[in-house]
């Protein structure tokens, strides 16, 4: 499942990251790299974008850039 | 000999509070070459050899944005005595990658772990050693807000730049990957010895810039290595780099950092989140905080600090010190036209950017607590949404909102917007949120022209088209402008945080700064152009003026001025948006440009006559007239500060100007006309402090112009559409 899916409260492990780009080297350079642990903690308002917690901060990003980060459950 | 210390950190980890705490005031903001990113450099306060930079915050030294090139160059290429990295040791993990970047530089380094108590907090404990032992270079703990440790710290940092220790290489990377750096190395050769490592890992991380600075010729055996070791690293070397680091990163951490408990925490900072983006009360939240916002700015109230200085900054000006710089020059026997080129010139229009900044620093220090708290990020994650359907993103709307209020720090504000084209957009059409001085303007035509019946909803629709064509336009931006870049969200939303009253007002004062030197500098040069237009024409220079004038000088009226010439040249552009048939309303606009509330006060010069100001000056009670101040020291009616009043009335709306509603070849409008004229106005070129706001942050006069001709353009279509269609149906 992508990140996009995880429901808010849950917490999953990334296993891959989507194809080549200036965002995805970005969402790794913040720290989202297989084998972390992300929690999503909340969507806003409106729906988009989402809040996550990744290495001990809160990332946001927006569920286009999500739906690229490949998770499992944990 | 100086020594130079760079500062080099993630954002919101406290460096710049370092910053201060190192410099105080003896910093220098000033701008990095070719980017509107500020410079900021100081010397420190115990030692005046120790030069220090705050280089801008970044996440990494990958080519990003503007920050993390300037940052890396600054690094890698000037080659300060050492950096010393801040680390926020809440978030020690993300904040390491940078570390390791900067460590490949092969610069003297030092590390200093800030936040100790927030760190205290969240129950994590570092082992400064152990951590220093790891990766080869002195840690320091250190409070910046409170300077805890910061003796300590520069002590360290001077010692390590004396000796100007490499730190050591890191061992982190796989066979794979070194095995690609050492072809690499020998393709590098000719460039600078201590920038080949690091260029040769940026190489395997597929680097724009870096690639750029290949030879042609050489492009394609690097690019072949490229694909070998991509081949080896299951598709992807670039992601294992970066993979490879932040594994090295968990082990350090592992060994060195003790955290009470590996889940997520709530804090006390997560607790005020959980209220503040709440999917019921965060618009209503950010709606009263925005309203207090604006209240303290511009408002009249008793919190209305902004208003206030403003009013004693202007009474001054206007008053004791304009009277006392005529009253010298006219004792010095100076000529009329020499007291005018003063008095209406000089004086008035650094009088126009001097009553800007109270306001304007009070927004801004407003800002910059609203910012530093870390609400920002907030308001911008919550917005996001709506505004992508626009073309736009979140971070968008604090510049719009602001320009309600006034373009000018609106378009300061833009900054925040990383990627270009987003920023680029967002300035362009910031100006069609009708700022407060344009509201003068739309209640003379409603006081004089509009049943009061109709004179709110007016208003409503005037404000309405303003945001309708802003997204209608942002929309059409969007396609028209090329971006290489995507926009993207991917933003850290700091810890809340209390700021310190010295950061917020170092930081609003900076930005003031910047705005009155260089938009300063424009509305200056315009008002003296257009004081000049307005008050000469052939006679001052052919001698007749002197002739004809009681006074002998040699200006004029500005019906007969080289303005109002220039006006019956252009008016025929306002003949397809009906108000072109007479120069008045040209020249209105044109003096709109000053400042556009200024649009009344001419409008009151070339419609009003004395029988006009007579007519007011009756209807109001001797009460009135005392508390305006109208009377002289014979108690008649002074006629300068007659007209002043009236001025002021018509610019509430509570009185009317007859010759605004005569026949159109004289000038007269009727409520259609007003409409495209209000429209034209609002969606014009923004006064001449926009302007100089704008060239500031776009950074090139060619966007400048880009950027008013696309406003001059949609306010003719728009007022040309309101005239053309109304025509039809009445």
Redesign the interface.
């Known amino acids: 499942m992508t990140l996009k899916e995880v429901k808010i409260g849950e917490s999953c492990v990334v296993t891959s990251l989507g194809k080549k780009g200036v965002a995805r080297r970005r969402i790794m350079e913040m720290g989202v790299t297989p084998g972390v642990t992300v929690k999503v903690i909340k969507v806003a308002p409106f729906g988009d974008p989402i809040e996550v917690n990744v290495r001990g901060y809160e990332l946001s990003l927006r569920k286009s850039e999500a739906e690229q980060i490949i998770v499992e459950k944990v | 000999m100086s020594i130079k210390i760079a500062l080099a950190g993630n954002p919101n980890c406290g460096k710049t509070t370092l910053f201060n705490y190192l410099t105080g005031a003896k910093q220098h903001v000033g701008n990095w070459p070719g980017v509107t990113v500020d410079k900021k450099e100081g010397t420190y306060r115990k030692n005046k050899s120790v030069k220090v930079l705050d280089l801008p915050g970044t996440?990494?030294l990958?080519p990003?944005s503007a920050e993390e090139i300037i940052a890396r160059d600054y690094i890698v290429k000037e080659r300060p005595d050492v950096v010393i990295n801040i680390i926020d040791g809440?978030?020690?993990?993300?904040n390491l990658?940078l570390t390791l970047q900067i460590i490949e530089t092969k610069v003297p380094m030092v590390i200093a772990v800030n936040m100790e108590d927030e760190m205290k907090l969240?129950g994590i404990t570092v082992d400064y050693d152990k951590l220093s032992k790891k990766l080869g270079i002195p840690v320091l703990p250190i409070i910046a807000r409170k300077g805890t440790g910061v003796i300590e710290l520069i002590d360290a940092a001077l010692v390590v730049a004396e000796k100007a220790g490499i730190p050591n290489e890191l061992s982190l990377f796989d066979e794979n990957i070194n095995a690609a750096l050492e072809k690499l190395l020998p393709i590098l050769h000719g460039q600078n010895e201590n920038e080949k490592t690091w260029k040769a890992i940026k190489l395997l991380?597929?680097d724009e810039v870096v690639l750029a600075t290949i030879p042609a010729a050489a492009r394609e055996k690097v690019k072949a290595i490229i694909d070998t070791a991509d081949k080896n690293a299951d598709g992807?070397v670039?992601?294992k780099i970066?993979?490879l680091r932040?594994?090295y990163i968990a082990k350090i951490v592992k060994e060195s950092v003790k955290k009470k408990s590996e889940k997520?925490i709530e804090t006390v900072s997560d607790k005020w989140?959980?209220i503040l983006?709440?999917?019921?009360l965060?618009?209503p939240i950010f709606a009263v905080i925005m309203f207090l916002m604006f209240e303290i700015t511009f408002g009249s109230s008793f919190i209305g600090i902004g208003a206030w200085l403003q009013s004693i900054v202007c009474d001054f000006w206007d008053g004791p010190f304009t009277e006392a710089v005529l009253t010298g020059l006219e004792n010095l026997g100076a000529a009329t036209w020499l007291l005018s080129l003063f008095g209406d010139g000089i004086l008035a229009g650094l009088g126009g950017i001097i009553s800007f900044l109270p306001q304007i620093l009070i927004l801004f220090l407003l800002l910059s607590v609203l910012e530093d708290t870390g609400y920002m990020?907030r308001v911008a994650?919550?917005?996001?949404?709506?505004f992508?359907k626009f073309g736009l993103t979140?971070k968008s709307f604090i510049p719009l909102l602001m320009g309600f209020g006034c373009s000018v720090p609106a378009l300061m504000a833009a900054r925040t917007l990383e990627n270009d084209k987003d920023r680029r957009i967002t300035m362009m059409i910031t100006p069609f949120m009708s700022c407060g001085a344009k509201l003068p303007i739309y209640l003379m035509f409603i006081g004089t022209l509009f049943d009061e019946k109709y004179r709110t909803i007016t208003l409503f629709g005037v404000y309405f088209l303003g945001i309708g064509v802003a997204i209608l336009s942002g929309i059409i931006l969007n396609k028209l402008i090329k971006s290489d870049?995507?926009s993207?969200?991917?933003?850290?939303?700091?810890e809340y945080r209390l700021p310190t009253i010295k950061s917020v007002l170092i930081h609003g004062w900076e930005k003031i700064k910047g705005f009155a030197v260089k938009a300063g500098t424009v509305i200056f040069a315009s008002t003296i152009l257009i004081w000049f237009l307005a008050s000469f024409n052939v006679g001052s220079f052919n001698g007749e003026n002197a002739k004809i004038n009681d006074d002998g000088s040699i200006l004029c009226e500005m019906d007969d001025s080289f303005l109002a010439s220039a006006g019956n040249g252009v008016k025929v552009i306002f003949m397809p948006l009906g108000f072109g048939d007479n120069w008045r309303p040209a020249v209105g606009v044109v003096t709109g440009w000053i400042a556009k509330e200024n649009i009344v006060a001419t409008f009151s010069q070339l419609y009003a006559d004395e029988t006009v100001i007579d007519a007011y000056i009756d209807t109001l009670t001797e009460k009135e007239i005392q508390e305006k101040e109208l009377l002289d020291d014979n108690d008649k009616v002074d006629p300068d500060a007659a007209a002043e009043a009236y001025d002021e009335a018509l610019m509430e709306g509570v009185v009317d100007l007859p010759a605004l509603k005569g026949p159109r070849e004289e000038g007269g409008f009727d409520r259609l006309t007003a409409w495209s004229f209000m429209a034209f106005n609002l969606l014009c070129m923004p006064c001449f402090a926009a302007v100089g706001a704008m060239r500031r942050e776009l950074g090139t006069w060619r966007r400048t112009l880009q950027a008013i001709g696309f406003q001059m353009l949609t306010a003719w279509i728009v007022a040309f559409l309101i005239f053309q269609i109304g025509n039809l149906f009445l």
């Open positions: 996440y990494s990958s990003y809440t978030s020690i993990e993300r990658y969240k991380e597929s992807d670039e992601a970066a993979d932040y594994q997520h989140d959980k983006t709440n999917r019921i965060a618009l990020a994650f919550v917005m996001d949404r709506i992508r979140g870049s995507v993207h969200f991917i933003m850290e939303l700091p």
